[in-house]
């Protein structure tokens, strides 16, 4: 597997997901107390050791042969990428400004983006 692919499919390893929803709640949290340094060392720092981790170590081929592989190497595509951390900006200024209703949008960008091969299965 060469390291295209690797980065492909580490975003949906299993410890990789488990990382990034965790600090996502801790920091989320931090930014709802205003607490930013924190905040974003916890929503980033974290996230890319594992990324790191599960990149260089964790046998991704049973990830690439599973459905979920097969769906993320069809539609992942960078504007999917980057429309997944557009949600998460939307979350944060949510969370910043006390506005769950923004970090609900935010939230459903998120899983609008993940699920956009569903939403239009042939592009």
Known sequence: MDTD????????????????????????????????????????????????????????????????GHYLK????????FTRSAGLAVIVIGAWNHLAWVMIVGALVIVGAWASGLIFPNR
């Open 5 to 68: 692919e690797r980065l492909l499919y580490h975003q949906i390893h299993p410890v990789k997901l488990l990382a990034d929803l965790i600090a996502a709640a801790i920091a989320l949290f931090l930014l709802w107390t205003h607490q930013i340094v924190p905040a974003l060392l916890i929503l980033f720092v974290p996230t890319t050791v594992i990324s790191m981790i599960v990149m260089q170590r964790a046998n991704l081929e049973p990830v690439k042969e599973s459905r979920a």
């Open 74 to 81: 069809t539609y992942m595509s960078r504007a999917v990428e």
